[in-house]
């Protein structure tokens, strides 16, 4: 399932499906993918992400 959850809810092995992000975001990872480090969700952060969708079938469903 699809969902939308705040980047204060990201933690390692949340699976990724979109980083809602524009491309002129800059360096942000915009490809799906599973958060295997807390340095990525720092990233994010500090990129100005605020909302991520996530997959809870492909990783650890959200808060």
Do not use: H, Q
């Not at 002129?24 to 100005?48: A, M, Q, V």
Request: proline share 3%; with cysteine.
């Amino acid at each position: 399932m699809i969902k939308k959850v705040s980047i204060d809810a990201l933690r390692v092995g949340i699976y990724v499906y979109n980083f809602n992000c524009s491309d002129d975001t800059g360096n942000i990872y915009t490809d799906p993918c599973t958060i295997k480090r807390e340095s990525t969700i720092k990233i994010l952060k500090t990129g100005g992400i605020k909302e991520v969708f996530i997959n809870t079938r492909r990783g650890l469903p959200g808060c």
